[in-house]
């Protein structure tokens, strides 16, 4: 942890929260405090995109929307993260909207240089290509992690039109470089057909285990938070959440949205239920504002985050 | 209960719902009748939003939706509301959008003209503001109550620049002002993170109590019906509804949105799950109209409004 | 079953699925194969509805959002429909705007001609007057049917504005036809208030039982499908599913919203909890795409039609 | 004029603009005058569309555009309509949805009560088909007029569907009824292609000239005046603004839209230039609102009734 | 011209408006007829956008917005194109979305095999990239062509991010392979600032002249055209509008808006004012659709596209 | 002029426009240079409104849309502002949204520690209240100045529910307080009904002279150019734009919208011809978020600030 008592967010009862430059939940940019355990940065990244483009607008609508949030005390996590942690908006990594292959490497050596022994970095989408490269800043610190993936889809597929970097396919790329610890990794959230049953099949072997939004029907969210907890265990997790995971009423500002998915109160409750989960990076995707209605999808992105840090807040001071 | 039998709405039969004046569910406006039980009025004041206004334009677009409504038989509550009582829209309260004291007591004076011993009146807001002088009107001739408030937020923080009237104050106000029964009122529906920890000892003081959405997650509506009747006993009850209440997903269109509200199914039980309770008086607040989709938020404020008609019929003629 | 080898939807890995003229999940037209097992057409007819018209432009909408699925092995239904049969897209039924019973006369005609003792036909509405000439058609060749029907309204009502064919009244026209078996019929989703409690008990004569959305909150959806699958057994069901079964939320673009509905994941359950019924037609009506939002009412369309076709695989290739 | 002093709007300084039942900019209601010059009516019915249906919610969409109009001082046409005339609002003509030829009778019935010697009508479409019973109504008591007609559209078709009476086809009708004056009547507007180049030569049968949105470009709007001046002269005239007339930027919410239309200042510079004229009676239709974006399309309808009520304080008020 | 007499589009009387599968004015697919003139073509590729991307759904929301058109006789230019040529939809050209080198050849081999020494191909896009292999394809049938270029920018920006392929940049790529007659381009429409006043020398130097808004503004319209038909004479000419060339009041879907644009009016009147000029292929592109409204830019964009099938017909009919 | 060569916006060419804080038009905030010769400045208050609220969010949502700029050479004015002077982004004034006089002070207090001899302020609306303490602090360094004010509304209003501060009143209030010299003010773009024809004769002793938008119609923009120039000569100019001056079509996104307006094109050709008045502050209000569709609101407002830095260049650096 930082040696000096964090420097909180701009005061909403000096500065009303629609006024000042947006950083997420108006926290210090980085450039303003003398270090940071936890910085929040954008990859206005959409390359990979398969459907419905826009996520590079993601990081500043999820700014924008994060306004709204009173980033105090957390009732379910009985934490205050901002006054625990020092917590940073690092701005956005610039990278080329045009090549991504070089893109991920704009991006890897960009959150390299934010990543640390002791410092976490939450990375807000663009698309879900971004997962690689944040992935392997990651892992380049902590070694091989077990990845808790929230997401109507597998993510786990191959190339497209000769791309083998794409939103489809990160964590194939992941398991492939050695950034997964075998058997440890989740999906949660999947739903929808697929275009082969044998997309299961590599899944499986790319060591996932799968909670399928109807296992959700069928057991409930305590049940699928004891499987995430007995598999990870406390292996180091990096956290990945695509937005899409959550069901279109409940966030129709995406790229692939898919009829059927988890609730906010699920996939919130699915969350305050990790504490204690050994979580060393994180990142929250696929935000396509375009698509967004009165800002709900960013709002949830920017909640999603706000329960990330203080998930983080949680493991990082050594709270049991 | 009024004398003469009671004047329903325009009936749909004869004139399409889209067609006419849109008065709330096409009721006949106040001066058509020669008394009523129940009034409902808009009370279009947004002065004291502290994120995004518009909740001044919630009445007409409240009474707008409402057309969709068949305002006939409620078969949950077993009761057809406008042949027990008769119901009247009682347009609108003038009051100024620039002064929130003043406009407070111009809020106060035109409200308890509308209220009396056997007549209640459903308030729409506008912001939450309103509630203080809806619960200073009612409580001029029936007593202190019982405060049955649904909401994402417990709206008894203090002065906010200075001004201690506006939409995040209303209970705090109300609870200086004696207007609360001790411990007897409820907040349901809170979530999402407060600027201080010390707001809920502060909250519990003036003499609530809280069931949070986590609390519905892991007890269930049945349950949170038994806490709010146990604790409510036969107490006259104010019921005031933040359309907040509801996940973004059901009411994008309102002020200050919370991620991981309730659903609309769940608040519908819960209010039918209450029927005998002794309400005297309602409000439904919150309505910004711009931040709407197809009418969702009105909808669901006009459905909930709709309900309180239905309790009203139960509780004053006298079923048991 | 047809005797070829079905020809299925354009490949997505070599034509983007937003490319390409856009049949339903893109699949063949019905001229570019020589015979199929099941049709989806078009109806856009509008000319039934009391409140928010629009539904006309519900099959170009529902094929455009169908172009987000990817149309291949079905996880819960464990088939992949296009591979098992052979679909097509008939295009749309041409009628007039003008003349509700003329209309339903070509639809009928229409339809009757896709129709076929081993064919399926799935309708894309249009408004529910729709289901009345489907019915007609489908029961000429099998014969009365039990009707299954999601809906947040009975729609048996009868004439409005002296008009005996509106979206309203389709399936009390169907009963004094003689289309439907007795006591087979059921309605699912059901709630709202209605202008007379009549309206229930003549409702009850024509043979339906009801599953409010009341009753899924009390007994689940579980409960639900068995209470189905008892009372239809395997007579032959009509499948009629009104998009604004679903809460505004999932649904907002609709014309007729209703409050407190079912969420996506219950009516897929809903459906998947009833392979091996006896399926002969289906339609999916009153998306109304004015009215929605980034696409999600005409997703969740189009996956309902998704799920119908893997019901259909079941029962045509006589799985058990 | 009627005797008594006209009782004028709602006043601003003591009722918000936003609060209140909303009539057409206020005004009294009809039941709320001893008696009245000119009755604003809506007319919410759209069953004669052949596109985008939806201006059955014109009337309601219109009137709460009104709102922001401040209905005093017109500083072009140099009067205050509403202190010269008693205006009125005089609801919704109710009639059925599902049938062109009878909802025709019943709005012209309905608007004859309100058509008068010394009385004018202007409605609030509705569709198109609306000017066909609002033309008969008129002439029954002022007998055959011009009609002064701006629209992007002829509406001179014939039958649609075997129906006669629809929205492309009003002024064939009235033309046939002998209600239009020979050779005195104007399109002004027209623009697009159309179905066959013979459509113009049977306009010009049916006695129109017209003047195109290309005559605009190289004449401007003074010499359009003129040629409508010149033709019309003191003939009684019926004034019918189909608000596709306007670009799609302009009016984004009709039916039919059609680029490359009148712009706002155009339409305002023309009917400013056309006092004096003997304006009997008029409408403005084909908004529909489900299409319409932060009200521009109601605002402009609003804006032109306003001017239309300037208009007809000079003809009525006898200035010259 | 094709041999056979010309197949139209769906007659509208027969079949409305809103049915049937949405070729581009509901012309027939290129496989039904057995040749062409004209082939209209998608090209749904944005990977060359660099701010808002979706112009990849540009040609399914231009096809939709076409229904609206009216297919047949063209008053200004006094022709029936679809009587005077055969017209098909070719459907779209399938390419890459992440590799804009692979994408540019795919787009240039496919758009090959439409054009031909009598026939046109006009594009849809698709961002602005896409001209670069229409000007290919186009001058390998044509040799060098004259440009005539409708759009905000330039678009003869150099590489960006190192990517010499995107939407900024294909007219410069165009000019290096020789595919432009030297000085007889030019751009229409220009504004807004730029990164450096050396990208005007440089233009100037690829052998452009401009026609900028402000140009416009002095010398109105029919000057312009006058340049234009000075300048080209009788070259043969390629055509690009890209829709951003409206103000965003006429055109707010698009990838990078600039205030202070064309009208619709301007525009049409320009198109129209050159006939007889050698027209030899065409695009529109950049309408990105998630940012639309009401289809105001996909009918605006629509609506250019029927008007340049006119000035085709009038050129290949040869016309003078 | 600062000594030090201006810091410019961050370089797009480096990183993308939707990249990184959004400072207006990326401009280094004011902490990040020595010193500057303007300031541009949000002041998020809406306190002062009338109708629809939500300029609050005007700041933040301008800033946005100036990313889309390209903030180089400007052709019409020929030069390159941000490398004549420094620019800066100044952050929002805090100001309370409850009590209009109290921040009215709040604001002047703040906006007077940027304003300074060589120091010009742009501010970013809010509602038009903003113009009154920026006129006070711009007037106690420079004096008495003349006011040229875009407008659609007078806005020299009195009291408005007793308020004398609100956003129709700002000018009124300057004029009393003696900030205005006389007859040299004017309002340019005045049109729509007014309560009381008084209003102008009012507005004529205060000093003001009026070009409606009808005077452009019949005289056009440069004799409107020529008239404001002779008006205001030398004297030291405020130019105050309230974006409700364009035409709705032009402008949604705002909260008194009046049909009739200025185009785009039109503001902008006034503002050019302007090089040389003696500017000395400036803002542009009225931006409400809520209404606007696709940014076009916002990006205009962003588009004319970027005109005024270029005045301000201009008569700064001394250009003749």
């Known amino acids: 942890m930082?040696?000096?008592s964090p420097i909180g967010p701009v005061e909403a009862t000096k500065v009303p929260r629609y006024s000042g430059l947006?950083?997420?939940?108006r926290l210090p940019q980085i450039e303003a405090v003398p270090d940071y355990d936890v910085a929040i940065v954008?990859?206005?990244?959409d390359g990979g995109t398969s459907y419905r483009p826009g996520a590079r607008f993601g990081p500043s609508a999820?700014?924008?929307?994060?306004?709204?949030?009173?980033?105090?005390y957390h009732t379910e996590l009985d934490c205050t993260p901002v006054k625990e942690l020092q917590f940073v908006d690092a701005g956005d990594i610039a990278c080329t909207p045009y090549n991504n292959q070089k893109a991920v490497e704009q991006i890897e050596q960009a959150a390299s240089k934010l990543v640390g022994k002791n410092k976490?970095?939450?990375?807000?989408?663009?698309?879900h290509t971004i997962a690689l490269p944040m992935l392997r800043a990651t892992t380049k610190v902590h070694g091989p992690?077990?990845?808790?993936?929230?997401?109507?889809?597998?993510?786990?597929?191959?190339?497209?039109?000769d791309e083998p970097i794409n939103h489809g396919s990160p964590f194939r790329r992941a398991f492939e470089d050695g950034l997964l610890v075998e058997d440890k990794s989740m999906h949660v959230g999947?739903?929808?057909?697929?275009?082969?049953?044998?997309?299961?099949?590599?899944?499986?072997?790319?060591?996932?285990?799968?909670?399928?939004?109807?296992d959700l029907d069928r057991e409930g969210v305590p049940a699928a938070i004891k499987r995430v907890r007995n598999r990870i265990g406390d292996t180091p997790v990096y956290l990945s959440i695509d937005i899409d995971v959550l069901d279109p009423a409940f966030a129709p500002g995406t790229g692939t949205p898919e009829c059927?998915?988890?609730?906010?109160?699920?996939?919130?409750?699915?969350?305050?239920?990790?504490?204690?989960?050994?979580?060393?990076?994180?990142?929250?995707?696929e935000v396509a504002p375009a698509y967004d209605n009165a800002e709900v999808t960013s709002l949830a992105a920017a909640t999603l985050i706000f329960d990330i840090m203080g998930l983080l807040a949680y493991k990082i001071s050594g709270r049991s």
Chains 1, 2, 3, 4, 5, 6 share one sequence.
């Not at 947006?22 to 939940?25: A, E, K, L, N, R």
């Not at 109507?152 to 190339?159: I, P």
């Not at 409750?269 to 994180?282: D, E, H, S, V």
């Open 260 to 285: 059927g998915g988890m609730h906010s109160r699920e996939i919130l409750q699915m969350l305050r239920g990790l504490t204690g989960l050994n979580f060393i990076g994180a990142d929250v995707v």
């Open 42 to 45: 954008g990859i206005p990244f």
């Open 190 to 214: 999947i739903r929808g057909p697929v275009y082969d049953q044998d997309d299961f099949i590599r899944d499986h072997e790319f060591g996932f285990q799968i909670i399928r939004c109807t």
């Open 145 to 161: 992690v077990a990845l808790l993936h929230f997401d109507a889809h597998l993510d786990t597929w191959g190339s497209y039109f």
């Open 22 to 25: 947006g950083t997420f939940v």
């Open 120 to 127: 976490a970095v939450i990375a807000i989408g663009g698309d």
């Open 62 to 72: 999820v700014r924008q929307a994060s306004r709204m949030l009173r980033p105090g």
């Open 2 to 4: 930082v040696s000096h």
